[in-house]
């Protein structure tokens, strides 16, 4: 917690005392910009990925975004489907594949205005919000409350208690199982990260490979995500392949993938489809 406000001495040293007790201890750190000087290999394992978080959130919202939560750190703002790419590609960039995968990724927190309050209590877009999340390198954080749609604003309210009733009728929570099942299914694939690109103004196209075949189940892993709440997202191509996760409207062989909606699928490597503009 704030470990910014600790002189950096201080970690370089609880690290060092952590790993001799225990070499496998992850150790995590609330940083919320950028971490460089925190992910070097002498103090932290990871951070709090909170840009991962506000970027999904906010492209995942389109038009129907709450701007009313003010801090530099965690900026709500309307993000184009190129702009969530760069930032992401900023974000993954930064840093090692082993620094990426010991990342906690999360969409909020107890600082910062619950995920469903960001998204002006759009479930749909918050389904999406999530589907991206449970699909970067790093370990997937839920809040508490989440699975329950609860969607309390800024501190305090952020930090509302957890209701005896679910809100959402069990929906949230089943779908979060199933994000945690693909999760999986996809797991030692996924620690490479996927490649995005955009997809029409509303669609962002994720592609995983892996030249492994016989060690890894799937060799080839392909969403296509829609954020757009009217338009369908039109595929360059008829798709064939299995599918490992549906959410909304998939059309394979016909309209696309519909409004708020999206497909994850596998592919072997001689059946790679190529979605390049």
């Not at 757009?228 to 016909?254: I, N, T, Y």
Request: aromatic share 10%; glycine share 8%.
């Amino acid at each position: 917690d704030v470990p910014d406000e600790v002189p950096i001495d201080f970690w370089v040293e609880f690290r060092q005392t952590i790993k001799e007790i225990n070499p496998e201890a992850w150790i995590l750190g609330e940083i919320w910009d950028d971490a460089s000087d925190w992910l070097k290999g002498d103090t932290f394992d990871g951070v709090m990925n909170y840009r991962v978080g506000w970027s999904s959130l906010c492209w995942s919202a389109g038009n129907k975004l709450s701007n009313s939560y003010l801090n530099p750190s965690y900026p709500i703002k309307k993000l184009s489907t190129k702009d969530y790419i760069d930032i992401l590609n900023i974000t993954f960039n930064s840093y090692s594949r082993n620094t990426n995968n010991s990342q906690l990724n999360l969409l909020d927190s107890h600082d910062v205005p619950r995920a469903l309050n960001t998204l002006m209590g759009d479930i749909n877009s918050l389904k999406i919000a999530l589907l991206l999340l449970f699909l970067q390198p790093g370990a997937p954080c839920i809040y508490y409350g989440t699975e329950v749609g609860l969607s309390g604003g800024k501190e305090p309210k952020c930090r509302e208690a957890f209701p005896l009733v679910d809100l959402t009728n069990g929906d949230l929570k089943k779908y979060i199982r199933s994000l945690a099942k693909l999760r999986k299914r996809l797991e030692g694939l996924i620690l490479g990260g996927f490649e995005w690109k955009l997809l029409e103004k509303d669609g962002i196209l994720g592609r995983l490979d892996h030249p492994e075949k016989s060690y890894f189940q799937y060799s080839s892993i392909q969403t296509l995500i829609n954020r757009s709440k009217e338009s369908w997202l039109k595929l360059p191509e008829k798709l064939d392949a299995p599918e490992l996760f549906r959410l909304g409207l998939v059309e394979s062989d016909g309209k696309g993938v519909g409004p708020q909606s999206a497909v994850v699928f596998a592919l072997p490597s001689r059946k790679i489809h190529n979605f390049d503009n």
